[in-house]
């Protein structure tokens, strides 16, 4: 059976993609990105894109987020029309973005400062810090902080909204291997015990792997689903799993990059 964070809290959105097609108008006419994409995100599950660079995997993360309209199709959370960006829904990009004039402290409130429940919530700003380890940087500025440090940063300035979706765009992809290996597994750590959906883009096959329930493989733009991998294996995972080698060969094969392994 594949472990999800349902076990913990079902606090996670159900996601459903139907039938979704994408175009952008460029100089000359219209360009393709999607093509006709159905997939489906249970509560508590962590799914992963793979797909070549430029094929419309952010371009589906945006579209799920909410921060912009598909041209055709329908994506639905809790069987809900996703119209707009929801506070339920937290993007975390590969760029922390933080302000540098605040603390840690004060990029993790922007939310609850924005909603005007500050006052309120600040024990759960302190609970965020503690969960992704940052409680002695508090009061901290950006500049002081190494790359993973920042990415902690933004994922607990996700986490202290409580999503129910958390959409990942390589929030991994600029960090040394070294912490990024570090980081993957903090990451599965706050799924598991914060209970959100995930969905998340990444160019990395073994992190896919590493994180998700299920991989989902898209081909060259205009983007199609070309294969779905279930990752039968429980958490923590041990990355030189024989299972996890095979489906490593299985999914560079969908991705024609099997040749050189």
Known sequence: MVETAEAVAATGARIDVRGVSHWFKVPGGVLQVLDNVDLGVQPGEFVALL???????????????????????RITQDGAPILRPDPSRIVVFQDPTLYPWRSVWDNVALGPQARGALKAQGARIDEALKLVGL???????????????????????????DPQLLVLDEPLGKLDSLTRIAMQSELVGL???????????THDVEEALFLANRVIILSDRPARIVAELAVDLPYPRHRGHARLAELRHEALRHLGLDATW
Request: proline residues 5%; positive net charge.
């Open 135 to 161: 409680s002695e940087f508090a009061r901290a500025f950006p500049h002081q902080l190494s790359g993973g440090m920042a990415q902690r940063v933004a994922l607990a300035r996700a986490l202290v909204n």
């Open 191 to 201: 799924w598991q015990r914060s209970g959100f959906s995930a969905l998340l883009v």
């Open 51 to 73: 797909g070549p660079s430029g094929c419309g995997k952010s371009t589906l993360l945006r579209l799920v987020a909410g921060l912009e309209p598909a041209t055709a199709g």
